[in-house]
């Protein structure tokens, strides 16, 4: 059984092709190619309705949500896109979807945030921040009666998603004035017993 990854995909193009890969992804998950354990959804639907062998690409998994419209930018005349939400075994499959693409919206790119947090995995290639801006996690649980119960369920839910400033901010709320880095050691350094835990994960940028 692997760890689920789970990836939050947008992609955007000019609208003829937007419109194009939105609508076949919505044709190949309307039936099932081969017979597997996800259903319509699974991804290896959409690796063998684009016409690729599903043995050959990454596709152990299945799509959650996928916009049903496509939306314009306002800021950009011309571009749209669409957001599409998957979970994978172990890490993302962009590599999969950039195929994809190559051959149906070539004009088109693909910005996403992937976490699988097992294995410390948090990944993002949307260095510009132009639909994906959290840039940390925090998980975290902690008794009633740590001392710092009140102070963190303040700021905390038991997962937190934020900025770098965000969370420092709330940091030196509560720790003092330091840097980042010693901040998250002195939060991550928090439990007091066995049940509680602070693990504070960093956007990693590909």
């Known amino acids: 059984m692997p760890n689920w990854c789970n990836t939050s995909m947008t992609i955007e193009g000019p609208k003829a092709e937007i419109e194009n890969i939105h609508q076949k992804i919505m ?6 190619y081969v017979e597997n354990d996800f259903g319509v959804n699974w991804l290896g639907n959409i690796v063998v309705g684009a016409g690729f062998s599903y043995k050959l690409l990454a596709c152990r998994g299945a799509i959650t949500y996928m916009d049903e419209e496509i939306t314009a930018r306002q800021d950009e005349p011309g571009i749209y896109y669409f957001q599409v939400q998957y979970e994978s075994a172990w890490t993302d499959i962009n590599g999969t979807w950039e ?15 992937a976490e699988e947090l097992g294995c410390e995995y948090f990944v993002t290639n949307d260095r510009d921040k132009r639909y ?4 940390i996690i925090v998980l ?4 009633k009666t740590n001392p710092l119960y009140q102070k963190w369920e303040e700021e905390f839910a038991c997962e937190s998603y934020m900025t770098r400033k965000s969370l420092k901010e709330i940091l030196t709320a509560i720790f003092g004035p330091m ?7 002195k939060a ?3 439990p007091q017993t066995d049940d509680e835990y602070v693990y504070i994960n960093q956007v990693q940028y590909v």
């Open 27 to 32: 044709e190949w998950t309307s039936r099932n």
């Open 99 to 113: 195929t994809i693409l190559e051959k149906f919206a070539p004009n088109c790119e693909i910005y996403y945030v």
């Open 132 to 135: 994906y801006d959290d840039e």
């Open 140 to 143: 975290s649980y902690l008794e």
């Open 179 to 185: 840097s980042l880095r010693k901040l998250i050691k």
């Open 188 to 190: 991550e350094a928090i």
